[in-house]
């Protein structure tokens, strides 16, 4: 190969023309590179084709016109510091110490070797230069809060350096070029901030701080995302249904990331509670709904509960309480309201006013006790969704009348043929499908009456799903009752009631 023979021949060719008394120089390729603050060696090397005569040799340095180390005879160095070996010059080496280089031995430096009668010389570029290191700091951030995102530009030389930011490949900062400061190690050192005010959408959003300095080659990034922090906001309700069943619901929105911890607690124990998945709005940020079923009608006549939430964006836990009132428990006394009774003017129409009516409650009150002693009645089977979307679903079924301690209530999952037993309570925290939870309890009226009721929680079914609420008194006919609900893939909510009986 004619290319690699050629290095070997010119060599040939200068130890020839060695023998001569010709004179070679060489230096390392150009540029060379230098940290500021760094101990260097130029690299000079000559060769004389035999012994090297130190009468005969001079050796100078100079950056441009400037002497930087001389050997003639004697060393000497206009450069503090610089240094030649005189051992290593007795064997043709040339090369240049320079301890701690900072900027102003940057350029171009001239190694001159005079061998008398010889003379050569070899150029070489020094660059004093060191790339700058980049790191993003601040982009923890809270929505809506005026924020400042740090580039920090670091262990840079030359003090030169362009920051720019980008959002998505756009530009929405600078190119500034920031006010730069000299460390105690010769090297600079900058910040850029970039100041906005976050909204959740920002957290996909791809950032990057993006740096240009002589001393690289192409730009460097930082990319980086914002971390954004919404807190959560609590709206706590009490729901009681007519038939004095209560339910603790929570709306938790507002907030992001989705990562959250909702509980119920009462008296610092935390219930099982049911939590829908978490749906994500418009502008971002989250919301779910939480909720606890009381075990049938509060007894006590004031408890209270606390909803307590952990998130990423608060510091301590939030907690909100709710005290289950007296008022919200029904009694089971259900003597009807009294109207504002008149005004009479006349006390004989008074008093017949009063006997008439008298009379009537008298014969109402005896109709009443017959029928009611006889009558079980069961009425429909009332639904209502505890929250939307991935929720619960809560079917309610009641029987009144004289009814024995023995009678019961069963549900039953009309697709599967299932009988729905009594569930564990917090179940269906897990919200799997097929899951579900029985309360059932009985209420004394008046009149050796009673009530009974039953409640089936079960996560809202995807599809069509049908249940029957039957009552199987053992001497007396069944009952029973039915409802659909559509499931959530059809959408819409549950309608109340249904229908077919007996
Ligand atoms: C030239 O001299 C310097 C200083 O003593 C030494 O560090 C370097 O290794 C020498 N170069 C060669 C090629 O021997
Ligand atoms: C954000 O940076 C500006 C200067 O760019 C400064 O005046 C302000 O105090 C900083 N704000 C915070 C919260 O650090
Ligand atoms: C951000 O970058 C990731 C991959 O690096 C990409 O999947 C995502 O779509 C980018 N986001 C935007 C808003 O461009
Ligand atoms: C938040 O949730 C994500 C995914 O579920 C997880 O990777 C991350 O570690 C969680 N962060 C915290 C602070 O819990």
Not at 66 to 78: H, K
Request: a neutral charge; charged letters at 15%; hydrophobic letters at 40%.
């Amino acid at each position: 190969m004619p290319l690699a023979v050629a290095p070997g021949l010119l060599l040939l060719l200068l130890l020839a023309s060695g023998t001569r008394g010709a004179l070679v120089v060489s230096v390392p390729a150009s540029p060379v590179r230098a940290q500021p603050g760094s101990d260097l060696l130029l690299g000079c090397h000559f060769s004389v084709g035999g012994a090297v005569d130190m009468q005969a040799l001079v050796v100078q340095w100079k950056l441009g016109d400037r002497l930087v180390a001389e050997f003639d005879e004697v060393l000497s160095y206009p450069r503090a510091g610089a240094r030649l070996f005189l051992d290593e010059l007795r064997v043709g080496n040339a090369s240049l110490l320079l301890p701690r280089v900072g900027g102003a031995d940057a350029g171009l430096y001239t190694c001159s070797v005079i061998h008398s009668p010889s003379r050569e010389s070899q150029q070489l570029e020094l660059r004093v230069e060191a790339p700058p290191r980049v790191s993003v700091s601040g982009t923890v951030v809270r929505a809506g809060e005026l924020s400042n995102v740090t580039c920090s530009v670091s262990h840079f030389y030359p003090k030169s350096v362009i920051v720019t930011w980008l959002r998505d490949k756009q530009v929405v900062g600078g190119p500034e070029t920031p006010h730069a400061q000299l460390g105690p190690d010769g090297l600079y050192s900058a910040t850029s901030i970039l100041q906005l005010v976050p909204s959740i959408s920002l957290a996909d959003a791809n950032y990057s701080c993006q740096v240009q300095h002589v001393a690289l080659g192409a730009p460097i990034q930082e990319l980086f995302r914002l971390s954004v922090l919404s807190p959560p906001s609590l709206t706590l309700q009490t729901v009681v249904t007519p038939e004095g069943l209560g339910a603790l619901h929570v709306r938790v929105s507002g907030y992001y990331p989705p990562n959250i911890t909702v509980d119920w607690l009462r008296d610092g124990e935390i219930l099982p509670s049911m939590e829908s998945l978490p749906t994500r709005e418009p502008d971002g940020s989250f919301t779910l709904h939480s909720g606890y079923i009381l075990d049938g009608p509060e007894p006590d006549t004031r408890v209270t509960f606390t909803c307590r939430v952990q998130h990423p964006a608060l510091s301590t836990p939030l907690g909100q309480s709710i005290t289950w009132k007296e008022t919200n428990v029904i009694s089971p006394d259900r003597t009807p309201k009294k109207e504002p009774e008149p005004s009479p003017h006349n006390p004989l129409v008074w008093k017949s006013l009063c006997l008439a009516t008298w009379v009537l409650l008298g014969v109402a009150l005896g109709c009443f006790v017959y029928w009611s002693y006889h009558h079980i009645s069961m009425s429909p089977i009332r639904a209502w969704e505890c929250w939307p979307k991935g929720g619960v679903t809560v079917l309610l079924c009641g029987v009144e009348g004289r009814l024995r301690d023995t009678d019961s209530l069963t549900w039953r999952n009309l697709r599967l043929g299932k009988v729905l037993g009594p569930g564990q309570p917090g179940e269906l925290s897990a919200l799997k499908p097929e899951q579900h939870h029985v309360v059932t309890w009985r209420r004394r009226l008046r009149l050796g009456r009673q009530q009974l009721m039953s409640v089936l929680t079960v996560q809202t079914p995807c599809d069509e799903e049908s249940f029957s609420c039957t009552f199987r008194p053992s001497t007396r006919d069944m009952q029973q009752r039915q409802i659909t609900i559509p499931g959530v893939a059809a959408g819409g909510p549950p309608l109340d009631g249904d229908t077919s009986v007996f």
